[in-house]
C-alpha cells in the first residue's frame, strides 16, 4: 500500500500539468480551470517518500531543497503518524510541520494517533500544540472520539487525562 500511494503522488508532474493547460489553451482559446489540485515538487515529493520510508536523511535533503513541510495537507506528518514512526513526527514538528494540519475528511495527526493507538506519537503532538478539542466537521469526531470508536482503551485513559486537565470537554 506505502509502495501505490507513493506512485500516485509522484504521477504528475507541474510540467505535465503545465503541458495540458498550454494544449488546451491553443485547442480551445481558454482553460477551464479545475478545483485547486496542490501541486506537489520534487523537494515536496521527497519528503513524503521520506516520511513513508522512514529516511530522516531524504527528509532533511527534502527541506533544504525548499520543501514544504506542510505540502499536501500534511501528508509527511500524516504518513509519520500511520507509520508509528516518532523519530519522523519529531523530526518534522521540529521542523514546524504543523500538528493540527487536517487532511480532506478533517482528520489530524493526533486523531489519527488515537484511532491507531499510538501514545507516544499523541504526546509529542501534543507537546508542540496539537489541539485535543479539534474536530472533523466531516466526521464529527474529535482525538478521543476516534480512541473510543477504535476501542484503544489506554488511548482514551490517556487523552481524558489530557482533557481534564485542560478543562476541555
Not at 507541474?14 to 482559446?29: D, M, S
Not at 472533523?136 to 476501542?151: I, P, V, Y
Amino acid at each position: 500500500m506505502k509502495i501505490w500511494y507513493l506512485l500516485l503522488i509522484c504521477m504528475i508532474s507541474v510540467e505535465q500539468i503545465q503541458a495540458a493547460e498550454k494544449k488546451a489553451e491553443t485547442v480551445y482559446g481558454t482553460i477551464v480551470r479545475m478545483p485547486e489540485i496542490p501541486i506537489l515538487t520534487k523537494a515536496d515529493q521527497l519528503l513524503i517518500e521520506g516520511a513513508i520510508e522512514g529516511d530522516k536523511e531524504k527528509i532533511e535533503e527534502a527541506l533544504r531543497n525548499g520543501a514544504n513541510i506542510n505540502a499536501n495537507r500534511g501528508s509527511a506528518l500524516r504518513n509519520a503518524v500511520m507509520n508509528d514512526n516518532a523519530e519522523i513526527v519529531l523530526l518534522l514538528l521540529y521542523n514546524r510541520a504543523n500538528p493540527d494540519v487536517q487532511d480532506s475528511i478533517g482528520l489530524s495527526p493526533l486523531m489519527l494517533a488515537a484511532e491507531f493507538g499510538y501514545i507516544k506519537i499523541a504526546h509529542l503532538l501534543l507537546n508542540f500544540g496539537a489541539d485535543p478539542k479539534l474536530r472533523s466537521e466531516f466526521l464529527d469526531q474529535n482525538a478521543l472520539d476516534r480512541a473510543k470508536q477504535n476501542h484503544k482503551k489506554k488511548m482514551v485513559e490517556f487523552l481524558q487525562k489530557v482533557t481534564e486537565t485542560l478543562n476541555i470537554r
